[in-house]
């Protein structure tokens, strides 16, 4: 099992900045991939980033170029730095972890966090 804790959510202008951290814990050493998803009201659960072993990223579509993913070398950890935030971004920020898979791209997410929320007001 693997336990995960977000931290680093708040209220934030638009334009302004987050940094998001996740805390792996119990059995890392079974992590091939972590990344963050989000809910914003009234949508369902997205995909905002994800990173491999291998350093390779996944970003969904709205975040390119404003969200910037990584993590610590020993899966301790992954951040989500997100830039020129805009109210649209409102919603609660998860992080997630994937055990290894042949092709991790094409998988969901195996564990799960509870969730930090990011408001962003205008």
């Known amino acids: 099992q693997v336990q995960l804790m977000e931290s680093g959510g708040g209220l934030v202008q638009a334009g302004g900045s987050l940094r998001l951290s996740c805390t792996a814990s119990g059995s890392i050493w079974n992590i091939n991939a972590m990344g963050w998803y989000r809910q914003t009201p009234g949508n369902q659960r997205e995909k905002v980033a994800r990173i491999n072993t291998g350093g390779s990223t996944d970003y969904g579509d709205f975040g390119k170029g404003r969200f910037t993913i990584s993590r610590d070398n020993g899966w301790k950890a992954v951040y989500l730095r997100m830039n020129d935030l805009k109210p649209e971004d409102t919603g609660v920020y998860y992080c997630?972890?994937?055990?290894?898979?042949?092709?991790?791209?094409?998988?969901?997410?195996?564990?799960w966090g509870n969730g930090t929320l990011v408001t962003i007001s205008s």
């Open positions: 997630a972890a994937q055990i290894p898979r042949s092709n991790w791209i094409l998988y969901g997410m195996d564990y």
